[in-house]
């Protein structure tokens, strides 16, 4: 992504948020909801619950993986959030695959990392194997998630082949890559964050496990779009965090955005009190996922 590119979407995406986005990508209709598909091998209880736009057009819809927080211990695709998130979106065009991934557990003894970051992938090589079954262009694809959904979203946007975190299989044969990421209140620096459960070790013991972990990491000039979301108010993850994910972003190139609620706490869906952003949300995927030669 050049650096040319980052004015133009800033100046949209500051355009849109004035207007409100009133009239950007209104609801289409109901979701169709497929639920309980298995996307990971037979072996594995994990699911997700696809939901689909209902209309009567013949065009491919792009998809996104919506991915489930709680600290990378506890939630499910079926959450309140990831319910708001996947149905908001698919009102509005957009297939949301909402996914269970590995996780760890409150005692720190059940490893998940980087085996989480490995269903993501999974669900995205998914989508491209279906694409034709269910309607969806494999060209664009994207992510969505919020606190630690929104790191593992973040993560699909700036790991590739490159950084050995694809896993080998299964749908070995597709892309992991995404177009794009919408990163609700992730955090991005673990390094210089907090110890995590999930990890079962801590900062000081294993270091590089948490620069492994953060998405900082990784960030390099050809990564996608990101739209960061963040309460003014966020008592558990620090708005420094999506801070520093920008100044890393745009030290590279990257085209990006930070948008902050003013009001608003941690753990939000598209429809918190102070706002309604389903409109930005889908205004940002219709417009970005899109493949870096049409962009």
Request: net charge negative; charged share 20%; glycine share 8%.
């Amino acid at each position: 992504m050049s650096r040319r590119a980052i004015p133009a979407w800033f100046a949209v995406c500051a355009a849109a948020t004035l207007a409100g986005l009133a009239t950007a990508s209104p609801p289409i209709g109901e979701a169709e909801v497929l639920r309980g598909l298995a996307y990971l091998p037979a072996d594995r209880a994990e699911k997700a619950d696809l939901y689909l736009p209902v209309d009567a057009g013949t065009a491919l819809r792009p998809a996104v993986v919506v991915i489930h927080g709680g600290g990378w211990i506890s939630e499910a695709r079926d959450s309140n959030r990831e319910e708001n998130i996947a149905r908001a979106l698919a009102e509005r065009g957009i297939a949301s695959l909402s996914i269970d991934y590995l996780l760890g557990n409150e005692e720190g003894t059940r490893v998940c990392w980087p085996q989480n970051l490995h269903d993501c992938k999974t669900a995205v090589r998914w989508l491209r194997r279906h694409a034709r079954q269910y309607r969806l262009d494999p060209d664009r694809i994207g992510a969505i998630g919020g606190s630690a959904g929104g790191h593992l979203a973040a993560m699909l946007a700036v790991t590739g082949p490159e950084c050995g975190l694809d896993p080998a299989a299964p749908f070995g044969d597709l892309s992991c890559r995404i177009q794009g990421a919408i990163d609700m209140y992730g955090p991005a620096d673990l390094e210089n964050w907090r110890d995590v459960q999930a990890l079962c070790a801590t900062r000081s013991e294993a270091p590089e496990l948490y620069k492994a972990f953060s998405v900082l990491t990784y960030v390099s000039s050809d990564d996608p779009p990101i739209l960061m979301i963040q309460g003014d108010l966020d008592g558990v993850t620090p708005v420094s965090q999506s801070e520093a994910l920008a100044a890393r972003l745009a030290a590279h190139g990257v085209e990006h955005r930070l948008e902050i609620v003013q009001g608003a706490g941690h753990s939000f869906d598209l429809q918190p009190d102070q706002r309604d952003l389903r409109p930005l949300a889908a205004e940002f995927f219709h417009q970005r996922l899109r493949p870096p030669a049409n962009r």
